[in-house]
């Protein structure tokens, strides 16, 4: 299993370490150690959670430092990227040649962001079905924070955690916002 978090300040300044760190320990639950795996590059920081059995790196392919990833993926299409030991370094090498191009050629369960590191840009996306979760606040001229959890935002000191009244209403009414709005404000 893997999580994934982080954050973009929009106004510039630099990523902060112990941000992420916060959020990396508000989604641990107690008696878990995963590898924590943590990149800052300017005003982004990104960071994954991997609670599964450590990769065998010793065949891995060569990292593409062009792009920074986070993600959580299950990838079944192109072929080259079933293996889970090529799987992330093929996405990363496929996203930074064709960026937002590539998602068409992408089936499988998905969360993931990549930050182009040339051209200072941030590319979120995760499966059309929404299987692997990818909870995310925008503040507008301030920050982008994304999370595989909520408590993941929250954790970031960048986020409330207060409830958004008129939006749990509607939940509990069967009249859905649709998937920029939460019951959190």
């Given at each position: 299993?893997?999580?994934i978090a982080?954050?973009?300040?929009?106004?510039?300044r630099?990523?902060?370490?112990?941000?992420?760190y916060a959020?990396?320990?508000?989604?641990?639950?107690?008696g878990l150690?995963p590898?924590?795996?943590i990149?800052?590059d300017?005003p982004?920081?990104?960071?994954?959670?991997?609670?599964?059995?450590?990769?065998?790196?010793?065949?891995?392919?060569?990292?593409?430092?062009?792009?920074?990833l986070?993600?959580?993926?299950?990838?079944?299409?192109?072929?080259a990227?079933?293996?889970?030991?090529?799987?992330?370094?093929?996405?990363?090498?496929?996203?930074?040649?064709?960026?937002?191009?590539?998602?068409?050629?992408?089936?499988?369960?998905?969360?993931?962001?990549a930050?182009?590191?040339?051209?200072?840009?941030?590319?979120?996306?995760?499966?059309?079905?929404?299987i692997?979760?990818?909870?995310?606040?925008?503040r507008?001229?301030?920050?982008?924070?994304?999370?595989?959890?909520?408590?993941?935002?929250?954790?970031?000191?960048?986020?409330?955690?207060?409830?958004?009244?008129?939006?749990?209403v509607?939940?509990?009414?069967?009249?859905f916002?649709?998937?920029?709005r939460s019951l959190?404000?």
């Amino acid at each position: 299993m893997r999580l994934i978090a982080g954050f973009l300040h929009l106004d510039g300044r630099p990523a902060e370490e112990a941000r992420l760190y916060a959020m990396a320990a508000a989604m641990t639950e107690p008696g878990l150690d995963p590898r924590v795996n943590i990149r800052i590059d300017g005003p982004v920081g990104l960071l994954t959670l991997d609670f599964g059995p450590a990769p065998d790196f010793r065949a891995s392919a060569p990292r593409d430092e062009r792009l920074l990833l986070a993600a959580d993926i299950r990838l079944d299409e192109p072929e080259a990227l079933r293996d889970p030991i090529v799987r992330e370094a093929g996405l990363t090498q496929l996203l930074a040649a064709h960026g937002s191009a590539a998602l068409p050629q992408l089936a499988g369960d998905f969360a993931f962001a990549a930050w182009n590191r040339q051209d200072r840009t941030l590319l979120c996306a995760r499966d059309g079905l929404g299987i692997r979760p990818f909870f995310f606040a925008h503040r507008p001229d301030r920050q982008f924070l994304f999370a595989s959890l909520p408590r993941g935002l929250h954790a970031s000191g960048l986020v409330s955690r207060s409830l958004d009244r008129a939006s749990l209403v509607n939940e509990l009414l069967f009249r859905f916002d649709g998937p920029e709005r939460s019951l959190f404000d």
